[in-house]
């Protein structure tokens, strides 16, 4: 039997012959309160048993999204270092091709030099040859116009 407060407020026993309360009424409802009390308390410390659960659970929740949250700042943190550092490491490769690239076309613009020098005194050499094979046929032709006549 569930007894709400209305129930109490409102219960009433009936009186004996002589103005009393009878006493059997009065212990059927005293019973009847202390077994519903007792159900009360029980499930109110099931309940209390349930909130603190519920809390630590809460709790545990909460300090694992704290947690998460760390790791996961912690991850991009290390994410933009690991973008950093490659950033960085290209930027040195480039500049170290660069410099290599500039040494190459420094090479190759001195080879080319060497080669315009060289050119140019093979050209020399070979006028050089030439007007002394000249000048040797001219002494030959006459030789040969001399002997001739």
């Known amino acids: ?10 219960q009433q026993f009936k009186g004996k012959l002589f103005g009393g309360l009878n006493p059997e009424e ?10 519903e009390m007792e159900n009360i308390n029980r499930e109110n410390a099931i309940l209390k048993e349930q909130v603190q659960r519920s809390a630590a659970d809460a709790e545990d929740f909460a300090q694992r999204e704290k947690d ?4 996961l700042l912690a991850a991009q943190k290390i994410s933009e270092e690991m973008k950093n550092n490659a ?10 091709a660069e410099v290599q690239a500039e040494r190459i076309v ?16 093979l ?13 040797l046929l001219d002494t030959h032709y006459k030789m040969l116009s001399i002997n001739e006549e």
């Open 123 to 135: 050209r020399l050499q070979k006028a050089q040859f030439e007007a002394s094979f000249r000048s």
């Open 26 to 35: 009065v212990d059927s409802f005293l019973q009847a309160v202390a077994h």
């Open 106 to 121: 420094a090479d190759a613009e001195n080879r080319l030099i060497q080669l315009k020098n060289e050119i140019q005194e």
């Open 68 to 71: 998460l949250r760390e790791t």
């Open 1 to 10: 039997m569930k007894i709400t407060p209305l129930d109490i407020q409102q």
């Open 87 to 96: 950033r960085k490491e290209a930027e040195l490769a480039i500049a170290e």
